[in-house]
């Protein structure tokens, strides 16, 4: 059975539930069946047989509307998330453990490479920083989450209300540092390249180990001063 995830909102129409395990094979399938349980919640859900505009539901972390829509297959195992409208933006969700999951590769291969001094290394490392930036559908180390570590519970999802862009600043600043570094490295700058590769090492840690995401902060204060193409301030959920 899916499991659908129901925000503080709306559980005032689902008699205070926050959860409901469904069958459905589609995301569709399984909202129609929730409402079918709680006839009160379909008028918030629906109207004229249509998804409201206003209403964010995500698979997993993916908002359905970049998927295929409430014909977005489902398995018994995923878990659907409706969630309110969002101060500033419509409803978005992140999940960290795919941040965290890429944090821990780019600090662990990093290492490797100052250990072994290979700027091969470095420069594959910036090569998959940066083009996950650009295309973050084909990260790598997301993928490897999502594909490997994710399905086998070896590392459990933590989805949250976020901004992905600010992360995505983050992980592009990471990538900039870390091809700078292995620019240095094949000028024989050695000092200069492992030194922004250690710049790179510890905040990937700080935000690892400590939350503290400085691509983020940075992302934040550009916005708070309008600079043209930072245009998500930090998310507030309305009704919570």
Known sequence: ??????????????????????????????????????????????????????????????????????????????????IPSIAGGSGRLVDHSALRVNQAFIIGLLVLAFVLDLWPLAAFVAAVMITGTIWPEVGLFK???????????????????????????AQGLGGVFTLGSTLALLVRLPVVGWGLAWLVIVLAALNLFLGFCAGCFVYYQLNRLGVPGFTHAPLRVQGE
């Open 143 to 169: 993928r490897i989450y999502r594909h490997v570590l994710k399905p086998a519970w070896l590392v459990k999802p933590d989805v949250i209300t976020d901004n992905p862009e600010p992360h995505r600043f």
């Open 1 to 82: 059975m899916a499991t659908i995830r129901i925000p503080t909102p709306l559980r005032p129409y689902t008699g205070g539930s926050a959860m409901a395990e469904l069958n459905g094979a589609t995301v569709g399938e399984a909202l129609q069946q929730l409402v079918s349980i709680y006839p009160d919640l379909e008028q918030h859900l629906y109207k004229d047989g249509e998804l409201r505009s206003f209403v964010n539901v995500f698979l997993g972390e993916e908002d359905i509307r970049y998927l295929d829509g409430v014909d977005t297959p489902i398995r018994s195992s995923d878990q659907i998330l409706i």
